[in-house]
Nanobody
Framework: QAQLVESGGGLVQPGGSLRLSCAAS????????MTWYRQAPGTERELVAT???????NYADSVKGRFTISRDNAKNMVYLQMNSLKPDDTAVYYC????????????WGQGTQVTVSS
């Protein structure tokens, strides 16, 4: 059974850093694009960063230059390094896996809370 488990969230001061991790299991990790999404209270879920199965990356404009997504296909892991955090980055962050050919095959993690506050 496919599973995504996020970790690494928490409370951090503005300007600080956090590293989120997502452990994948139960599917062929290398066949999936991996994406971090986030959702703040009262807002829609938004894409933060994507790493394709081929290693290409894409970022939301709001996080470019501050966040870095990476993946380790040998360990079935995806990471999100978040630097220079702002209060607007406060949200629940979700890990997503989307099959590179089969658009309907998508998995979600349960989310991890990131709070940026002094």
């Amino acid at each position: 059974q496919a599973q995504l488990v996020e970790s690494g969230g928490g409370l951090v001061q503005p300007g600080g850093s956090l590293r989120l991790s997502c452990a994948a299991s139960g599917f062929t990790f290398s066949m999936y694009a991996m994406t971090w999404y986030r959702q703040a209270p009262g807002t829609e879920r938004e894409l933060v960063a994507t790493a394709t199965s081929g290693g290409l990356t894409n970022y939301a404009d709001s996080v470019k230059g501050r966040f870095t997504i990476s993946r380790d296909n040998a360990k079935n892991m995806v990471y999100l390094q978040m630097n220079s955090l702002k209060p607007d980055d406060t949200a629940v962050y979700y890990c997503n896996a989307a099959h590179k050919f089969l658009a309907r095959v998508v998995y979600w993690g349960q989310g991890t809370q990131v709070t940026v506050s002094s």
